[in-house]
């Protein structure tokens, strides 16, 4: 099902290549993660589903603000994915995670559950790299963000962190 989903994903964001790539890096990571952790397979499908559609909003953002904010994507993309993935079948009880995902990814304190979790981190290991990163370093990043043992283990492998 989220082969459909990432192929319409890429019609959202014909001609920004960009935009592609970072979803289906953060898709990678998040079902690597998941994989990992051994987090259960329904939390896993909402995972991988949310970092498909996680910054679906900024499209919707740039349009109505003129910015990529984190916080106008949380407000803007909810509905997005949610029309999205109606119209691709997915599950209700699925739909109403992802939006709830869609509309916290940016928000990094109150993490309410391991699929918030590692969808942020996966959004972190990838945001560092293409120089998204809210905080000053690298190592500050790490030390706010991270609390998977895998996620952990791939941030200090990527960027050098020690602990």
Same mark, same amino acid.
Do not use: C, W
């Given at each position: 099902?989220?082969?459909?989903?990432?192929?319409?994903?890429?019609?959202?964001?014909?001609?920004?290549?960009?935009?592609?790539?970072?979803?289906?890096? &953060?898709?990678?990571?998040?079902?690597?993660?998941?994989?990992?952790?051994? !987090?259960?397979?329904?939390?896993? $499908? %909402? =995972?991988?589903?949310?970092?498909?559609?996680?910054?679906?909003?900024?499209?919707?953002?740039?349009?109505?603000?003129?910015?990529?904010?984190?916080?106008?994507?949380?407000?803007?993309?909810?509905?997005?994915?949610?029309?999205?993935?109606?119209?691709?079948?997915?599950?209700?009880?699925?739909?109403?995670? &992802?939006?709830?995902?869609?509309?916290?990814?940016?928000?990094?304190?109150? !993490?309410?559950?391991?699929?918030? $979790? %590692? =969808?942020?981190?996966?959004?972190?290991?990838?945001?560092?790299?293409?120089?998204?990163?809210?905080?000053?370093?690298?190592?500050?990043?790490?030390?706010?963000?991270?609390?998977?043992?895998?996620?952990?283990?791939?941030?200090?492998?990527?960027?050098?962190?020690?602990?």
């Amino acid at each position: 099902m989220n082969n459909k989903l990432i192929l319409e994903m890429a019609k959202y964001y014909e001609n920004q290549p960009e935009r592609i790539q970072h979803y289906i890096k &953060v898709f990678s990571y998040a079902k690597m993660i998941g994989e990992v952790e051994k !987090i259960p397979a329904e939390k896993q $499908q %909402i =995972l991988e589903t949310a970092a498909i559609v996680h910054d679906i909003g900024i499209k919707a953002s740039e349009a109505k603000y003129g910015d990529l904010s984190g916080k106008h994507q949380e407000e803007l993309g909810p509905a997005i994915a949610e029309e999205m993935l109606q119209r691709l079948n997915y599950d209700k009880k699925i739909i109403e995670r &992802v939006s709830y995902l869609v509309a916290h990814h940016h928000t990094y304190n109150n !993490i309410d559950d391991v699929d918030h $979790q %590692i =969808l942020v981190e996966a959004d972190f290991l990838v945001n560092v790299h293409e120089n998204y990163n809210p905080y000053s370093s690298a190592a500050e990043a790490y030390k706010r963000i991270f609390k998977t043992d895998t996620g952990k283990k791939l941030f200090k492998i990527m960027y050098g962190i020690e602990e």
